[in-house]
């Protein structure tokens, strides 16, 4: 009985905390450079969701590590006070299949809502001799292993899906991996790589003709770009969207989770956010914190094979 009175004691605490809460500018981890398609997407949500939480959001960069360098460093050393949060990509349920993390992809995060998700695609620089995917194919087959494309890095969705790829079409890439969108558009553009498998962080390129975009890997051709076939339509059936979301450290007071969610929600149905997925051609891919965990669970179990069948399962 004692335990169950000391509890509805602590009880009015916790509410008054949650209340207080934000009493101070919020951190939200990006772990891609600035510039890129998901750093301007969670710049835009930052300061939608700060105008309903009543405190400044502070968009942090962390690259590196295929984007589990800045999510793994938040469940190792941040509070689970609601005062940092992150973006959680893909690639944090894939590259501890692949080597060894100090983190858990599931037990060490509290899943607060999905987002979107990405629009992913294969493009070359305008001047580049491929006209179409199945030229670059057809280059590959005859130089094994000496035509390269970048991807956001080992693990991420742009390099597990061109690996997909090159073994239906039965031919061997050299893939460079990059920090992130920036630093490989800025690789391609210089000619530094033939080719880069990435998120819609291309789509300033190709709309100003600097680059030539051959793929994309949805389920369907994009409104933007109608003419350009998809994986699927080249008979490769690879399809991918990597959906993300937002993340805390494991053990958030569910009020705190609760509050950020909600200003959050309200940014995702804000017109000018609305605005910026039609210019990355995303779509909203709306999850509470529970249906997002359920997600995560359930794909980490269903990514695991996939690894294990591209032979890059750690050994």
């Known amino acids: 009985m004692a335990a169950a009175g000391g509890a509805a004691a602590l009880a009015p605490f916790a ?3 949650a209340q207080a809460y934000p009493s101070r500018p919020i951190t939200l981890i990006v772990p891609w450079p600035a510039g890129g398609s998901t750093d301007r ?84 620089r305008s001047d580049s001799p491929y006209k179409t995917f199945q030229d670059y194919v057809a280059a590959a087959r005859k130089e094994p292993g000496k035509i390269d494309y970048g991807s956001t890095g080992i693990g991420t969705s742009p390099h597990l899906l061109m690996e997909e790829v090159a073994e239906a079409a039965k031919i061997q890439l050299n893939h460079v991996p990059f920090k992130g969108n920036a630093d490989q558009m800025q690789a391609l553009i210089g000619g530094h790589v033939m080719a880069a498998s990435d998120a819609t962080g291309w789509d300033k390129f190709v709309d100003a003709g600097q680059m030539r975009l051959l793929l994309t890997f949805g389920d369907k051709r994009t409104k933007r770009w109608p003419d350009v076939p998809t994986a699927k339509d080249l008979g490769y059936g690879v399809v991918s969207t990597s959906p993300y979301g937002l993340v805390g450290p494991k053990g958030m007071d569910p009020a705190v989770v609760k509050t950020i969610h909600d200003a959050f929600k309200k940014a995702l ?16 891919w709306y999850r509470t914190g529970d249906e997002y965990r359920a997600w995560a669970t359930e794909t980490f179990a269903k990514d695991k094979k996939l690894i294990e069948k591209l032979g890059l399962a750690a050994k």
């Open 269 to 284: 149905d804000d017109p000018r956010h609305a605005e910026v997925m039609a210019q990355l051609n995303q779509e909203v």
């Open 41 to 124: 997407h969670h710049r835009l949500l930052a300061e939608l969701a700060s105008k309903h939480l009543g405190q400044n959001i502070i968009v942090q960069n962390q690259p590196g590590a295929g984007g589990t360098l800045g999510p793994g460093a938040m469940a190792l050393t941040a509070k689970p006070d609601g005062y940092t949060i992150s973006q959680y990509p893909m690639g944090m349920l894939r590259i501890p299949h692949m080597q060894k993390t100090q983190w858990h992809p599931l037990n060490d995060f509290t899943f607060i809502m999905g987002t979107s998700g990405y629009t992913f695609g294969f493009v070359v």
């Open 15 to 17: 509410a008054a905390r």
